[in-house]
Structure formats: C-alpha cells, structure tokens
C-alpha cells in the first residue's frame, strides 16, 4: 500500500494550485474590471459560474477516479485550470462565462479524487487530521493568490500573473506524474462509465441522515467561505480605500488561520472524537466572525482588520478538512470517492448562488455589509443541527 504521507504530500500539492487558480480571479478584478469594463462586485457571477462547473464534473469524479485513478483524473484538473487562465487572458468580457465554467470544470474533480486516494491509505485513528492537512492547500492556494499576485500585477499586469497561474497548474501536473503508478494502482480500466451511475452519489448519501447532515452544513459553511474569498479585497478596496497589496494581505491573513485551523481541528476532531461537535461550535464561531467584518469601518486601525481575518480564516476556513473525512468516514468501504463527489455536487451548486446573491444584495443596500450579516444566518442554523445531534447522540 502506497505511503500515507506520500499520499498527503502529492494531494496537497494539487489542492493548493487549483486553488490557486481559483481565487486569483478575485484578485485580478480591480485592475481587470477597469481593462474589460465592468463592476468590481459583479465578479461574484464569475465565481458563481465557476461552481456550476465544479458541480457538475464532482459528480461525475467517483467513476472516473475508480476507471482511471485519482492522480491522473487530478493531472487534468490542473490542465483545466491552466488552459482556464489562458482563455482568461485572450477573451472578451462576453465569453467570460464559459471560461469560468472551464475553471470550474478543474475544480471540481479534485475532493473526490483525494478522498479516494487518502480514504484508502490513512490510518482511521488519523483520519481527520490527515484529511486537514490535505484541506489545507486550499488556503495555502489563496494565500498564494493574496501575496504573490499583487506584485506581479502591479509590475506586469493582471494578464501576466494569470499566466504565471498557469504555468504552475501545468508544472504540477508534471511533478503528479512521479507518482501516478503507485497512488493509481487500484484503477480499473474495465469499469464501465454510464449516465446511470451519475445518481450513485445520491442513492448512498440520501438513505443516510448523518450524511445529509453533512452535506447541508457543508453548503452553508461553503457560502460563507467562499463570499469572504470573493469580496473581501473588493470590499477594502471600494468602502475603506485599501490598496490592492493591503487588501491582498487581509486576504492572506484569512488563509494562514485556516491553513492552522485546518490542522489543529483536525487534530482536535481525532482526539475528541466528536467532530460533530467541533464542526457546530466552528459553525457559531464563523458566524459572529462574519457579523464582524460586516462592522469594520473607517475608525478600524488596519491591525484589528487583519486580526478579525485571522480569526475568520481559523473558523470559517478551518472546518472543512474535519467535515470531509467524515463524510469518507460514513461512507462504504471503497466509495469515499463516490460519496465525496455527490457531496462536492450539493455543496458547489448551492455554493453557485451565494456570489451572484452577494452581488444582487450589495446592489440592493449599497454596501458589502449586509450580505456577510445575512450569509451567516445559514451558517448558524447548520451548527446548532450539528450540536443537537451530539448532544442527543
């Protein structure tokens, strides 16, 4: 059987640079949004596009890990998103929509295929914890984003970092390739790929309450994360004059707490052995956190900005490693794949409607403060579904 950490090494590493695909899009909107000519707020129906593209490849991931393996279906996510930030760079503003899809389409594959890969090869007393460390290359990929975009940016243009993006994806596809024939050994090239297997997903998770559970908090934990990611720099920029690099480091701020939360509740989950609990009471933390940011204002000193992002990167970012390896968890044996694809779907098209929403309703009231107050609403109910349950359990 391959190495655990060998496993985790190679996983992390493309869940951090399809990331990184993912959010520059937000931090190339200011100066994008003044080259095509269109509202820095508006970048949320990009974001929502991307996931209705993710949504759809997730739920066909399960069979295509177990048909061709969960490395090589990884390699061309990576492809995806590279040829995503080159369309980015050449296209007009029309055709926007179909290249957020094909970034989406990169995305989305990538949960299934790890939980695949690490359900198979990770100890079960480590379970969340070794799923955490795998979670954290998607704020290490925005972090990347946040730091070293600006600067190339403001040298050589928002065209040349989306190239630089791609670059990366395509130089992690190669270096995924040392490792594809011990970590795909279980692929089978007989299994047959039909429409009909697309509804597999849902058949496991459906007659299973724990698992519904999990799939609804993940969607509410996910709206609020993914809102923070893609209006945080436009929301310091636009209401409190923050320059791009300012804002980009709020932004990283965010993801180095989650990098350490993904880890130390992970840890925390295992010890405990209540990740029920842990994921309720991350759920309520998010939710004030969110209210917080929706209160920054002009007589914030920078320091309390950043430190408030910190705080919303450990909670808001940090659960999501905890959540997935119990979904692996509760699924049947060999179908951590299968199941973490119908989960990735119902997450990333509920997901698909929270950007385009903060858009309409920051048109609506003028501001970005409304929409993180409401969007914590959700994200507070699911936790105290979570706490319910364990203290009935």
């Known amino acids: 059987m391959p190495s655990a950490y060998l496993t985790l090494a190679v996983t992390t590493g493309i ?25 820095p707020s508006q970048v949320g129906y990009f974001v929502g596009a991307s996931y209705i593209g993710a949504a759809f490849s997730a739920l066909t991931a399960g069979g295509l890990v177990l048909r061709f393996g969960s490395i090589r279906v990884s390699q061309v996510c990576l492809l995806f998103c590279a040829l995503s930030m080159l369309l980015l760079t050449a296209v007009p503003l029309a055709w926007m929509p179909w290249v957020a899809l094909v ?67 395509v130089a992690m596809a190669v270096i995924a390739q040392l490792s594809r024939k011990e970590l795909d050994a279980d692929r089978d090239p007989a299994r047959r790929i039909a429409p009909r297997t ?14 519904v559970r999990i799939v609804f908090t993940a969607l509410a934990y996910a709206g609020l994360q993914i809102s923070f990611f893609t209006y945080i720099v436009a929301y310091l920029i636009d209401d409190f004059a923050y320059t791009l ?11 180095f707490g989650g990098i350490a939360g993904r880890i130390f509740w992970g840890w925390v989950a295992d010890r405990s052995r209540a990740p029920g609990s842990v994921l309720g009471l991350l759920g309520l933390a998010m939710a004030a956190t969110a209210v917080a940011i929706a209160s920054f204002g002009p007589a914030w000193p920078v320091w309390g900005v950043l430190a408030v992002c910190l705080v919303f990167g450990i909670t808001a970012v940090g659960w999501n490693g905890v959540l997935i390896s119990e979904t692996a968890r509760l699924a049947p044996a060999g179908m951590a794949g299968v199941v973490s694809g119908g989960t ?39 936790a105290v579904v979570q706490l319910i349950y364990r203290r009935r359990k």
């Not at 951090?16 to 994008?32: R, W």
């Not at 972090?143 to 403001?154: C, E, Q, R, Y």
């Not at 690099?245 to 993801?255: D, E, I, K």
């Not at 920051?362 to 507070?380: C, E, I, Q």
């Open 15 to 39: 869940q951090a640079l399809v990331s990184f695909a993912l959010l520059t899009v937000p931090v190339l909107t200011p100066d994008a949004a003044r080259d095509l000519g269109f509202e």
């Open 103 to 169: 970034l989406g389409v990169g995305y989305g594959p990538i949960t299934p295929a790890s939980s695949h890969v690490l359900a198979r090869t990770t100890p079960p007393h480590m379970m969340a914890l070794m799923f955490s460390i795998k979670q954290t290359g998607v704020p290490v990929g925005a972090a990347l984003a946040g730091l070293i975009l600006p600067p190339i940016i403001l040298a050589l243009g928002w065209r040349a970092a989306a190239l630089v993006v791609a670059a990366t994806c």
């Open 198 to 211: 697309l509804a597999q997903p849902f058949r496991l998770i459906f007659v299973d309450p724990a698992l």
């Open 245 to 255: 690099v300012a804002a980009g480091l709020a932004l990283s701020m965010a993801n």
């Open 344 to 382: 990735t779907f119902v997450m990333f098209f509920g997901v698909v409607f929270y950007p385009p929403t903060f858009s309409i309703l920051h048109d609506a009231f003028g501001s970005y403060r409304m929409p993180f107050v409401l969007f914590a609403v959700p994200a507070a109910a699911m």
